[in-house]
């Protein structure tokens, strides 16, 4: 049985850290791997909060005259998230809204946005009009958890769960469901989450994340640039980062984990 770690090196590209405006990870060397691919994954950003993931290409592992490769990636607040949550302080019945869009993913295995679906805040729990209850923090929470959890009215492929104050959104199936069917039974694979007003319905991203993959023949070989890096920058407080590498098709095997301990499922 051929295993993943065999024929894929993964690493972690940028440490884990908050409070940072910029951060940069290590080089690790190309030239010995076909491809790459950084994934960088962001927590922690609410409305109107951004920053940015570039991947760049140097001459060694010093950072020997690094030049960045195609365009830094852009993790906006609220797009394309698979896990936020929502902090309520008592909505305003009648005005405060929560609007979340699911994406399936397509064919080709990206993704597509559903429908939008406003909820409002009420005086009274109505879920064919999807209005969650608004009279105290806790019950607007268990409120608006039932209300994107209903059958008929809820969010397809979403789900929503309530502790004291707060509903933390996710998917029905982590990571999207079958790629190949548009169908809400085969989970969702990221939403959108955006609310009317930020100081009563509090949303907060918990993963959002965003690739960028290298090939070899893209570096500058005629240079010698041998090494790839990624950085984050533009990152407001309290944003949590973290940036993991994964090369693949090794010219020279065996590819060598660098990890504590390793084990298999296999009996």
Not at 41 to 67: F, H, L, P, W
Request: charged share 20%; proline share 3%.
């Amino acid at each position: 049985m051929h295993m993943i770690r065999e024929g894929v090196k993964f690493d972690c590209a940028i440490k884990p850290q908050d409070t940072a405006e910029s951060i940069t990870g290590e080089w690790f060397r190309m030239d010995t791997f076909a491809k790459a691919k950084f994934t960088g994954i962001v927590r922690g950003q609410v409305t109107d909060e951004s920053c940015t993931m570039g991947v760049y290409q140097a001459t060694n592992a010093a950072a020997g005259s690094e030049k960045i490769l195609g365009a830094a990636v852009t993790f906006t607040q609220g797009i394309k998230v698979t896990m936020a949550q929502v902090e309520m302080n008592t909505p305003d019945a009648g005005s405060d809204t929560i609007i979340l869009t699911p994406y399936y993913f397509n064919g080709e295995g990206t993704l597509t946005a559903g429908t939008a679906l406003t909820y409002t805040a009420a005086a009274a729990q109505s879920l064919p009009n999807r209005q969650f209850l608004n009279t105290d923090t806790s019950a607007a929470a268990t409120s608006f958890a039932a209300c994107v959890n209903d059958a008929t009215y809820g969010v397809p492929g979403l789900l929503a769960t309530a502790s004291t104050a707060y509903v933390t959104i996710t998917c029905t199936e982590p990571g999207g469901g079958d790629r190949q069917v548009l169908c809400a039974d085969n989970g969702t694979g990221a939403f959108d989450i955006t609310e009317s007003d930020t100081a009563k319905t509090i949303v907060t991203d918990l993963i959002q994340m965003a690739d960028f993959e290298v090939y070899v023949q893209d570096l500058d070989r005629d240079n010698d640039f041998t090494h790839v890096g990624a950085r984050f920058a533009s990152i407001d407080i309290d944003t949590y980062t973290v940036a993991t590498l994964e090369r693949a098709t090794a010219g020279y095997g065996p590819v060598g984990q660098a990890v504590v301990d390793t084990d298999t499922s296999a009996a």
